[in-house]
């Protein structure tokens, strides 16, 4: 499994569409750990491109602070799951609490 995180300054941004890069932690699922890394620039931003950039990367997983409900929904429609509403933190601490069922989201910032 592919978990992709939007960061800024190395801390996941909190809104998808205005990050600096992607990360893409690689996931052992049985084991419930982290078992790569690595950093992609996005393509130009344009209404449904990063959902079908990220899918034809392998992400299974997006981790945001916020989303708006289109965009989400296009997510969706590429088959990765949406979870919003973390907050701006490590790239990894984020993915293990998902992992442990332990990541802890909010209000998604960006509902409209």
Same mark, same amino acid.
């Given at each position: 499994? #592919?978990?992709? %995180?939007?960061?800024?300054?190395? #801390?996941?941004?909190?809104?998808?569409?205005?990050?600096?890069?992607?990360?893409?932690?690689?996931?052992?699922? $049985?084991? #419930?750990? %982290?078992?790569?890394?690595?950093?992609?620039?996005?393509?130009?931003?344009?209404?449904?491109?990063?959902?079908?950039?990220? @899918?034809?990367?392998?992400?299974?997983? *997006? *981790?945001?602070?916020?989303?708006?409900?289109?965009?989400?929904?296009?997510?969706?429609?590429?088959? %990765? #799951? =949406? =979870?919003?509403?973390?907050?701006? $933190?490590?790239?990894?601490?984020? =993915? @293990?609490?998902?992992?442990? @069922?332990?990541?802890? =989201?909010?209000?998604?910032?960006?509902?409209?």
């Amino acid at each position: 499994m #592919k978990i992709a %995180i939007p960061l800024v300054g190395g #801390k996941l941004s909190q809104h998808f569409g205005h990050c600096e890069e992607f990360v893409l932690l690689e996931i052992c699922a $049985d084991a #419930k750990t %982290i078992t790569g890394k690595s950093l992609h620039q996005p393509p130009p931003h344009e209404p449904g491109m990063l959902p079908r950039w990220l @899918n034809q990367l392998g992400a299974e997983v *997006i *981790i945001a602070g916020g989303m708006g409900r289109r965009a989400q929904e296009l997510f969706t429609e590429n088959g %990765i #799951k =949406v =979870v919003v509403g973390a907050a701006a $933190d490590a790239p990894e601490k984020l =993915v @293990n609490a998902y992992l442990q @069922n332990t990541l802890e =989201v909010g209000e998604n910032c960006c509902d409209h």
